[in-house]
Structures are given as structure tokens and as C-alpha cells.
């Protein structure tokens, strides 16, 4: 059984500037969820994805945006780079978007603003 | 509004000493609550869950925790520690009425001493 994979494991940009960041979910997860980790603090929710729909939202603004594939696989994008964007950001998996699914983490990507 | 409290940002425990990690959480409808743990530069992984039934759970890795619901508790509970329980430990909790969202706590790190 394959994980949640998640790529680039690191990025450096600029502020300002656009970013995607990729998500591959476990092997028969259909609904994904992204969060934001702050440096000492726990993931904040983004949004998450069901069949290629949003399926709820956090308090982020706009420019956080999403996709979600045929495959299940995501995208997370974030346009107009703000310092405060740097963060661990994290993509879970879940076999439905049930509220008693346990979801499965990857390991991260560790985007880095300057 | 939703939320979870972990009141120790730190706890520290002798190896083979019985460990307890606090929770609190506050949701405007019946919880779904979770716990989560996270090693360095790693995602996080699934512990256990309560969704209903018996107000203890047992998880993975010889962890337990007990659902209270007149406290609005959850605390992490596992009789014997070992050093490699060492990591960040998270709280989380989804809201029955509210659906996809996880709300975490800000996490408490274990650290067990030999």
C-alpha cells in the first residue's frame, strides 16, 4: 500500500511570487485535505477535496487555491507569496470525507518565503 | 466555535512511568476526536480515535485515551513509556454538525527520559 507522497519536500521562493505544491493520495483515498504548520503551532486546515469538488474551506483567502484529479491526486497553489506563507504544508488522505475517517498524513513540503 | 486546547506545550517523563497528555476541546455539537502524533520533519500519524461507544480507546502503539464528556476532555494516556515516544503529540477534534474540518490543538512535546 502506497502512502501520501507529497513533492518538492523543500522550496525557497520569493514574496510575490506563485507556487504549487503536489499531493499523491493513499491508494484508494478519494477525498484530500490540505493544512498550513506554522513553526510551533498545529496544521491549520486549508480546504480539502472530494471527486474533483471543494469540499469545505478554512480561513484562508483566495489565493490559496486548489485542484483535485481524476486519480485523486491534488495540487495546492498559492499566488502572491506573503513571508508569512512560509510554513510546513501538509496533504492527508482519506478513504471518504466522513467525519470518522482518520486521515493519513504525508510528510510535507517545507516552503520557505524570503 | 470549534477548538482544542492542549494546556502543556511540554511534558517530561521517566522511562518505564506511566504518561498522560491533556486535551480539551470545545464544539458546538457531539465530537469526533483524534490523536495524532509527529516526529521530526515528518507528517503526522494517525494514534486513534473516539467517534462513539465505550469512553476508552486504544490506540497504536500501547496508547489509550479517555473520552470525558462532562470535562470535555481526551486525554492521551499509555501505562509504560519508552524513550522512542519521544515526538510532538497533537489533539484533534471534528465537529459532527460542522463536517470536514479538523480543528488541532498546538501540540504538546513528549519527551521520555531513560
Known amino acids: 500500500e502506497t502512502g501520501v507522497t507529497q513533492s518538492p519536500t523543500h522550496l525557497i521562493k520569493t514574496r510575490g511570487q506563485q507556487v504549487t505544491l503536489r499531493c499523491s493520495s493513499q491508494s484508494g483515498h478519494n477525498t484530500v485535505s490540505w493544512y498550513q504548520q506554522a513553526l510551533g503551532q498545529g496544521p491549520q486546515f486549508i480546504f480539502q477535496?472530494?471527486?474533483?469538488?471543494?469540499?469545505g474551506r478554512g480561513n484562508f483567502p483566495p489565493r490559496f487555491s486548489g485542484l483535485q484529479f481524476p486519480n485523486y491526486s491534488s495540487e495546492l497553489n498559492v499566488n502572491a507569496l506573503e513571508l508569512d506563507d512560509s510554513a510546513l504544508y501538509l496533504c492527508?488522505?482519506?478513504?471518504?470525507?466522513?467525519?470518522?475517517?482518520?486521515?493519513?498524513f504525508g510528510d510535507g513540503t517545507r516552503l520557505s518565503i524570503l | 466555535a470549534q477548538s482544542v486546547a492542549q494546556p502543556e506545550d511540554q511534558v517530561n517523563v521517566a522511562e518505564g512511568n506511566p504518561l498522560t497528555v491533556k486535551c480539551t476541546y470545545s464544539v458546538s455539537g457531539n465530537p469526533y476526536l483524534f490523536w495524532y502524533v509527529q516526529y521530526p520533519n515528518r507528517g503526522l500519524q494517525f494514534l486513534l480515535k473516539?467517534?462513539?461507544?465505550?469512553?476508552l480507546v486504544k490506540g497504536s502503539y500501547g496508547f489509550e485515551a479517555e473520552f470525558n464528556k462532562s470535562q470535555t476532555s481526551f486525554h492521551l494516556k499509555k501505562p509504560s513509556a519508552l524513550v522512542s515516544d519521544s515526538a510532538l503529540y497533537f489533539c484533534a477534534v471534528r465537529d459532527m454538525s460542522t463536517g470536514n474540518q479538523f480543528y488541532f490543538g498546538t501540540g504538546t512535546s513528549l519527551t521520555v527520559i531513560p
Open positions: 477535496y472530494y471527486r474533483e469538488e471543494e469540499n
Open positions: 492527508a488522505s482519506s478513504p471518504g470525507p466522513g467525519q470518522g475517517q482518520p486521515q493519513h
Open positions: 473516539y467517534i462513539t461507544g465505550d469512553n
